[in-house]
């Protein structure tokens, strides 16, 4: 084999061949399409045609989901409301300070905001998210003394 050459071969009946992103020569007859998958061609030799390999496959970390499948899992489960409960306990700069350690994202404003609501009206909602990430902010909270629950987020938040 002398040359090889990496590209997307296109689903499209339009479509023969792309060749690497931004090249000014593409081998496309008709509009090009994005749609393709990975493949390697060889040249056997002057005139004697290409070979196709098999397709490049996308590298994958053992052991972890794709980006795609973490994706389609987010969308398919349900949310989660984190419930944050008033309590006589803990001082109200500490629950503020708790909430933004515990909740990535969480700004002084959001935090201060819960906080009073959860002192006015007995709870708030702190967060809602995907069962296993409420699961584990909830223990997050508990485990630094907030009193917190979990339930489904019914009805469009």
């Known amino acids: 084999m002398e040359t090889a050459i990496c590209g997307r071969l296109a689903l499209s009946p339009n479509t023969v061949f792309n060749s690497k992103p931004g090249d000014k020569h593409t081998l496309c007859r008709g509009a090009c399409t994005h749609r393709g998958i990975l493949m390697a061609v060889s040249a056997a030799g002057p005139g004697k045609g290409g070979v196709l390999e098999r397709p490049i496959k996308e590298k994958t970390t053992p052991g972890r989901e794709s980006e795609f499948d973490l994706r389609k899992s987010r969308k398919t489960s349900p949310p989660y409301r984190v419930i944050l409960h008033n309590d ?46 409420a699961e584990d902010h909830c223990m997050q909270l508990r485990g630094n003394g907030l009193l917190s629950s979990i339930e489904p987020a019914s009805g469009g938040c």
């Open 88 to 133: 006589n306990f803990n001082k109200r700069e500490y629950v503020v300070q708790v909430l933004m350690k515990v909740i990535p994202g969480m700004t002084l404003d959001i935090a201060v905001n819960i906080m009073q609501e959860a002192h006015h009206n007995g709870l708030s909602v702190v967060i809602i998210c995907s069962q296993a990430d």
